[in-house]
């Protein structure tokens, strides 16, 4: 059975910091590539940070890039988002994903799986 667990969100003031974790199943884990994507409320579901397979490459979205890190932990297979400097634009749900393919993906709609999410709220 696929499973994707989240956790670590919560309310933050700007600038502050957050670590989300997403423990995947092993089957899950291995050979996928796994994906944090955020919504906000109105908004479409974005990619935040995608680790692929193939290359080993870490992808991040602009909006993102040196605030946030993306990160695995193979013996607990386990991924996590380190969020420094976090705006109130960052609050969303975020979720976690994994694509069978093995290829990091933009397009929310290209993944296999997905966590139930959880709640970032930054205060202004």
């Known amino acids: 059975q696929v499973q994707l667990v989240e956790s670590g969100g919560g309310l933050v003031q700007a600038g502050g910091s957050l670590r989300l974790s997403c423990a995947a199943s092993?089957?899950?884990?291995?050979?996928?590539?796994l994906a944090w994507f955020r919504q906000a409320p109105g908004r479409e579901r974005e990619l935040v940070a995608a680790i692929s397979r193939h290359g080993n490459k870490t992808i991040y979205a602009d909006s993102v890039k040196g605030r946030f890190t993306m990160s695995e932990d193979n013996a607990k297979n386990t991924v996590y988002l380190q969020m420094h400097s976090l705006k109130p634009e960052d609050t969303a749900v975020y979720y976690c994903?994994?694509?069978?393919?093995?290829?990091?993906?933009?397009?929310?709609?290209?993944?296999?799986?997905w966590g139930q999410g959880t709640q970032v709220t930054v205060s202004s």
């Open positions: 092993i089957r899950t884990f291995s050979g996928s590539a």
């Open positions: 994903t994994a694509d069978r393919t093995g290829w990091a993906r933009v397009g929310w709609n290209e993944y296999d799986y």
